[in-house]
């Protein structure tokens, strides 16, 4: 029988992965804790996933499959909005798996700490498992807005997150629509900066998989989008009089990705992007580039902005890549380091 008040609502967008989907779906059925509600969204699937979804659904009735012509994980994740039911709402990505007892774990630190999210740590497979970074221990488990920033946490993926329902929807918090990469940076900046207590649980639940070929993995033009999704979270941040507070983290994170995007561009593709970055950066962007701590900003990435405002001749391009190389050594898990050269190798 379904269950009419489950804890958690898990909600599971779908793409064309089935060579994953099973696993993935196992480790949610599995859960140990068993009154769940489990949301499927088939984005118009062209593969065998429906397939799948049909079978496990059949055999699993807290299983509810909804379809769609395809349109972007944004636009799956938002269409579960109305089957919500959960106190508690949890998304997962379809080529990912959980540990069994992430639901437990996160429902009992949500309960604890009347939290509107618990934020959690995951491991990233690229295929060498490497753990993200534990959260500080000498500070407070539990974090309260007004009186304290959550930048500690920082913003993170959807997965990372454990949202308590009715703030989630109250909120509006929704991921951007349409076909394009990014689609949950500004949802995910929204609850962030939003909640009014979040709480994190140092415990690794969540299995990342990056997988070549996928969408957030193939740079494209469409991946320019990231500087107008940037500019949508600083107009949110200012109409909920939030910007100052957090401007020095929204830069921060705004610098780091999009030294990410243009890592992965394609080379044909990297005037362009490089462009358009140095347009949009702002007089603080810079300095707070310029005298953020590395923890923040590291130095790599300090090099790869005076690349950006100064001339991308030889000399400042050398630089910066001496710089990225010494980082990418040092810096770097061996499993990282790895692939870091490998991919140069290669490129």
Known sequence: MTILQPKVTIILPVYNVEQYLRQCLDSVVNQTMRDIQIVCINDGATDGSPAILKEYAAKDPRIEVYHQE???GGSARNAAYPHIHGKYTYFVDPDDWLELDLCQQCW???EATEADMVVLRYIEHSPFPVPSPPFDPALP?????????????????????FWRSDFFLSNNIRFSEGKRPYNDVFATWKGFVLANRLSV??????HYRIRTGSYQ???DEKHFCIVDTFDEVEKMLHENGRFE??????SARKLVVYHYSYDKCPPSLRPKFRELVRRSLSTYDREFCRTAPKNLVPKHI??????IDGNPG??????????LAIYGITKKSPSQIFHWIIKRIRT
């Open 141 to 161: 488990e539990i974090r309260q807005f007004p009186n304290e920033r959550h930048d500690v946490v920082g913003t993170g993926a959807p997965w990372q997150r």
């Open 314 to 323: 030889l000399v400042s391009t050398m630089n910066y890549y001496i710089t």
């Open 217 to 219: 993995q193939t740079i």
């Open 70 to 72: 395809n349109q972007g």
């Open 108 to 110: 009992d630190k949500a």
């Open 201 to 206: 649980l140092n415990n690794t639940l969540y």
């Open 302 to 307: 300090k090099r790869f902005y005076e690349m």
């Open 245 to 250: 507070s957090y401007k020095d983290v929204f």
